[in-house]
């Protein structure tokens, strides 16, 4: 079976300028976490946003072939809804726009609404639906078109915390009904207690153009003492000097990113974020940035 999302030397610009340049993934769970990834990689992987170079599959297709032959199906994050369309409108002529017909259309989303619990508010119009309401109709949506495949973009984000929990519980029993379908969660971050991560089976951290971690959730969110780090000037030098104080320094391959500092892994063993900066200074190096990877689980 072909990896749920991969990309190859991917290159993504937004308004003219790289927001993802030359990252490199793979999937193998069927229910995935990307966490830290500019929104551009959830748009380009749904198809509404073209590459500009390198490689990225959805289901072993390019983003819109997956799209166009129902093998994948993306739920944005609030996007634009007609205000005067009811619930079930919305869900129903997304699967008419899918390419079925009228009473398999009504059936899927019938059966959507009813697994997001929304068959109670089915005529409820858009303009009036709460936030987390509208989030479960984008969904449906998706679900509706009875793709085997589905993307989510940060489904959970700003929504207070019970209300988040209750609508991560419900959306993970609808993903679990059959048909089971294989599902990537894009999201800037997301409590490790949440249903969502607890139902995952791999977590990818993306730290600009890098996978700073890979593996299941849990262990993602155990490597608290591993920072991600962009650092100028002698990196060599500094990961060495990191080395030699009992750390572990893992530049990325490929020397310097294009899109500025080059990226570091540092497995900080005895070392604190503060000795990092006195390394770095003592090794003519300068970091720009530092963000503990289990951070995306907070």
């Given amino acids: ?12 610009d937004v ?7 030359g990252l490199s993934l793979a999937t193998s769970g069927e229910r995935v976490l990307v966490l830290g990834a500019a929104r551009a990689l959830f748009e380009a992987a749904a ?11 959805v289901e072993g297709m390019a983003p819109l072939a997956a799209v166009r032959a129902r093998a994948a199906a993306g739920a944005p994050l609030d996007p634009p809804l007609p205000p005067r369309w ?12 899918a390419g079925h017909g009228r009473r398999d259309a009504a059936r899927q989303a019938g059966d959507a609404l009813d697994a997001l619990q929304l068959g109670s508010s089915a005529v409820t119009r858009l303009r009036l639906a709460p936030l987390a309401m509208r989030r479960a109709t984008v969904i449906a949506a998706a679900m509706a078109t009875a793709a085997p495949a589905l993307l989510l973009d940060d489904p959970l984000t700003a929504l207070p915390d019970d ?3 209750s609508f991560a519980r419900v959306l993970v029993r609808a993903l679990d009904a059959p048909p089971r379908r294989r599902v990537v969660v894009f999201a800037a971050r997301i409590p490790l207690e949440s249903p969502l991560s607890l ?35 002698d990196v060599a030098a ?46 003519r190096a300068v970091v720009r940035e530092l963000r503990p990877i289990a951070g995306v689980f907070a």
Avoid: C, N
């Fill in 1 to 12: 079976m072909a990896p749920l999302l991969s990309a190859g030397d991917l290159r993504i």
């Fill in 15 to 21: 308004g003219g300028t790289p927001a993802i340049d």
């Fill in 47 to 57: 198809g509404l946003r073209p590459t500009r170079r390198g490689e990225l599959r």
């Fill in 86 to 97: 009811s619930v079930a409108q919305y869900v129903t002529w997304s699967a008419r726009l």
């Fill in 163 to 165: 209300a988040a929990r």
């Fill in 199 to 233: 139902a995952a089976d791999e977590a990818l951290v993306i730290d600009g153009s890098h996978v700073s971690a890979h593996g299941p959730p849990a262990e993602v969110a155990a490597q608290d003492k591993t920072v991600a780090l962009r650092v100028e000037g």
């Fill in 238 to 283: 500094f990961a060495r000097a990191v080395e030699a104080e009992g750390g572990r320094a893992t530049p990325a391959e490929g020397g310097p990113s294009p899109m500025g500092p080059t990226f570091v892994r540092v497995e900080l063993g005895p070392l604190g974020a503060r000795e990092l900066l006195r390394i770095a200074e003592q090794a």
